[in-house]
T-cell receptor
């Protein structure tokens, strides 16, 4: 079955460094991937969408890449700040079911 | 303010109670969704409505009963729940699908959820 996997281990980094989060997909070829941010007690908030024919997408300090060979998307936050601490989710519509499926999310903690 | 409002924010109910969750969106979207979010698990899609018609029921137990009276409102009626139903229930909306609008990859707009505890 179609799967999206994210590293369930929390990522701890120092303020000012670049955070890199990984999203891997298996058993399907999504036409695009979406990235969301979720804060405790809140719903996910959409950040970026990248299509399969786009290698890279940027928005301010955020950068997303899409590697269809590796079946992977990377989400980068440059010059990270404590306010970037949150859980980051990737999602895409899966194959025949066409449902929007989500990964479990990766918790990012940026230490001051 | 996300444009999608869910009430109540927190709900504690016994297994024999009946309660309802409410969702309202003012974004002009025609598709609405219920998701369940449990700890350490991916978001699970429960129901999808397009133009008030239910287009997806993701094998959800009958103790969860959705209702969509119009494109702006969505309810989730709960009865005889189990403790394992305790979770964050999220409502979301998105623009409608159709030949005139390419919403296939439109992002979802989520509410802040109802934290449900079943005792």
């Amino acid at each position: 079955s179609q799967k999206i996997e994210q590293n369930s281990e929390a990522l701890n980094i120092q303020e000012g460094k670049t955070a890199t989060l990984t999203c891997n997909y298996t058993n399907y070829s999504p036409a695009y991937l979406q990235w969301y941010r979720q804060d405790p007690g809140r719903g996910p908030v959409f950040l970026l969408l990248i299509r399969e024919n786009e290698k890279e997408k940027r928005k301010e300090r955020l950068k997303v890449t899409f590697d269809t060979t590796l079946k992977q998307s990377l989400f980068h936050i440059t010059a990270s700040q404590p306010a970037d601490s949150a859980t980051y989710l990737c999602a895409s519509r899966g194959g025949a079911t066409n449902k929007l499926i989500f990964g479990t999310g990766t918790l990012l903690a940026v230490q001051p | 303010e996300t444009g999608v409002t869910q009430t109540p924010r927190h709900l504690v109910m016994g297994m024999t109670n009946k309660k309802s969750l409410k969702c309202e969106q003012h974004l002009g979207h025609n598709a609405m969704y219920w998701y369940k979010q449990s700890a350490k698990k991916p978001l699970e899609l429960m129901f999808v409505y397009n133009f008030k018609e239910q287009t997806e029921n993701n094998s959800v137990p009958s103790r969860f009963s959705p209702e969509c009276p119009n494109s702006s409102h969505l309810f989730l009626h709960l009865h005889t729940l189990q403790p394992e139903d305790s979770a964050l229930y999220l409502c979301a909306s998105s623009p409608p699908k159709g030949p005139q609008r390419s919403s296939y990859n439109s992002p979802l707009h989520f509410g802040n959820g109802t934290r449900l505890t079943v005792t």
